[in-house]
């Protein structure tokens, strides 16, 4: 039996599993969109800006086809750790696609699109001082987990 379930920090269940928490799809996602060179990867923290979601990841790949490849990966990424992929618009032209993950939204963008839109000083991010938080988050997740 699957069940899927939203709480504050947990997004979904996987089968009999233990729930995928924020940190750790936070890092699979960044993770994905790094596996194929993804540039300039950001994630904004957005919890205290909106109750949508809770965290925004922006990357930039250099053609359509990347941008298709990375955000595609992302989605096979997510539902092979058992996670669910809400939607994703804007594939068929690639040059912003969006992935809906619950509590994480990912624009992967080229980079005219990402500098014409500048969705970091929108939401409040830092530029590029992007992925080591994602991932020192990650491993202290499973350091007090015991993992």
């Not at 936070?26 to 904004?44: N, Q, S, Y």
């Not at 922006?58 to 490849?69: E, L, P, W």
Request: hydrophobic share 40%; with cysteine; charged share 30%.
């Amino acid at each position: 039996m699957k069940l899927s379930l939203i709480f504050d920090t947990i997004i979904f269940t996987r089968n009999a599993e233990l729930p995928m928490k924020l940190p750790e799809l936070e890092k699979l996602v960044v993770d994905a969109l790094e596996d194929i060179k993804g540039r300039d990867v950001e994630v904004i923290d957005t919890c205290r800006l909106t109750s949508l979601f809770e965290r925004m990841v922006i990357a930039c790949g250099d053609s359509n086809r990347q941008v298709k490849s990375l955000a595609r990966n992302v989605q096979d990424k997510v539902r092979a750790a058992g996670g669910q992929v809400l939607s994703c618009e804007g594939e068929e032209v690639g040059e912003w696609v969006l992935v809906d993950l619950g509590d994480i939204i990912v624009h992967v963008m080229q980079p005219a699109v990402r500098s014409y839109y500048n969705l970091e000083e929108l939401w409040g991010g830092r530029g590029p001082l992007r992925i080591r938080r994602a991932r020192g988050e990650a491993m202290e997740a499973s350091v007090v987990n015991g993992g």
